[in-house]
């Protein structure tokens, strides 16, 4: 499977999510059985991940939904609507509606009891979440000076990153602000954090890798012709997504390693979304996308076919719709840098 990872063998599924408004899938989690997608066209769909059928429609935001997380009880979604909504994960119930952003909420984690929040108005909010009902501001951390578009958190540190060139990093349990790191040449649209290692990636085009504990720069990755819009790495790898339409797959022990020459890191780029990839999530074996092309992809790194190079695919049938815009995305991070 490792070779196939390397070769860029795939089996790929694409779901056309057949918005009937404005297009786009800013957002997304699967599990084995399902996907969870936040629209442009301001609803949250639940897809079957084996048939690929749309089992659920979430309806109430009136803004694009553009970030969502979700565990076995609940969804919590942000919009350009300036709303976190809370809903039941089986019934599709909104449960809660949190009012306190006074623009976009561009991004949001939660786990262990906490939720913390980030938005065009340079703020982040931290939450305490004692049910899906009742969840209560802690805190807010200000400091950013443009829109926070990304955060992420463990028991030790908040991280955030911003439009205006900047990731911020705070103490969790204490909120005290601790250090800023410097080095991206624009705006911050995507980072994620784990284990001292933090990646992120810019509206510069680069990928940066950080070390937390002194804010060192450890590696700045190139090959990206546009924005870098989102980022995930494990153990193995880092899988990056960019407004260039492509996704590409890096080695990540190579890009820790400074005697890794540059033109060795970048394993694989992958070339299948129409437009610019928003969101992606991936693991051992598959990466999950999304796009302003009103498409979700399934890369199956496992079940690849045998041919060089070759990969075959998987469409549910749709009818087709008219071309997608994509000089402008309305409700998009244009205030990233």
């Known amino acids: 499977m490792e070779e196939n990872w390397k070769g860029g063998r795939h089996q790929l599924t694409r779901i056309q999510c057949r918005s009937e408004t404005s297009k786009g899938v800013y957002c997304l989690q699967y599990d084995d059985d399902k996907i969870i997608s936040g629209l442009r066209d301001n609803t949250i769909k639940v897809w079957n991940k084996a048939s690929l059928e749309c089992k659920k429609i979430l309806k109430g935001h009136t803004g694009s939904v553009l970030c969502l997380q979700y565990n076995e009880r609940m969804i919590v979604s942000g919009s350009s609507d300036s709303t976190v909504r809370v809903w039941d994960i089986e ?13 976009a909420v561009l991004h949001l984690r939660f786990q262990n009891g906490m939720m913390v929040t980030c938005s065009k108005d340079r703020t982040i909010a931290v939450w305490d979440m004692r049910s899906p009902a009742d969840i209560t501001l802690r805190r807010v951390l200000v400091g950013h000076r ?3 578009n990304v955060v992420d958190f463990d028991d030790k540190y908040v991280v955030s990153a911003s439009g205006d060139r900047t990731i911020k990093v705070w103490r969790t349990e204490s909120c005290e602000f601790v250090r800023t790191l410097h080095g991206h040449r624009r705006g911050i649209a995507c980072l994620q954090y784990r284990d001292n290692l ?20 450890l590696r700045t990755l190139e090959g990206h012709e546009e924005l870098v819009r989102c ?12 407004y260039d339409g492509t996704i590409k797959v890096w080695d990540l022990k190579a890009a820790l390693d400074p005697r890794s020459p540059s033109s060795s890191l970048c394993v694989r780029t992958l070339v299948e979304h129409s437009g610019r990839v928003f969101r992606l999530q ?4 598959q990466i999950v996308s999304s796009s302003h092309d009103d498409t979700i992809l399934i890369w199956d790194f496992l079940n690849a076919p045998d041919t060089d190079g070759g990969q075959m695919e998987q469409t549910r049938p749709v009818v087709k719709s008219a071309d997608i815009d ?10 990233i840098d």
Request: net charge negative; aromatic share 6%.
């Open 326 to 335: 994509t000089d402008d995305v309305a409700d998009d991070q244009s205030m």
């Open 91 to 103: 019934s599709g119930d909104m449960v809660n509606k949190i009012i306190h952003h006074c623009e």
């Open 282 to 285: 991936f693991d051992d074996f």
């Open 198 to 217: 933090v990646v992120s990636g810019s509206s510069d085009n680069t990928i940066r890798l950080w070390d937390i504990s002194c804010g060192a720069c």
């Open 231 to 242: 980022i995930r790495f494990d153990s193995k790898r880092i899988v990056s997504g960019a």
């Open 146 to 148: 443009a829109a926070v």
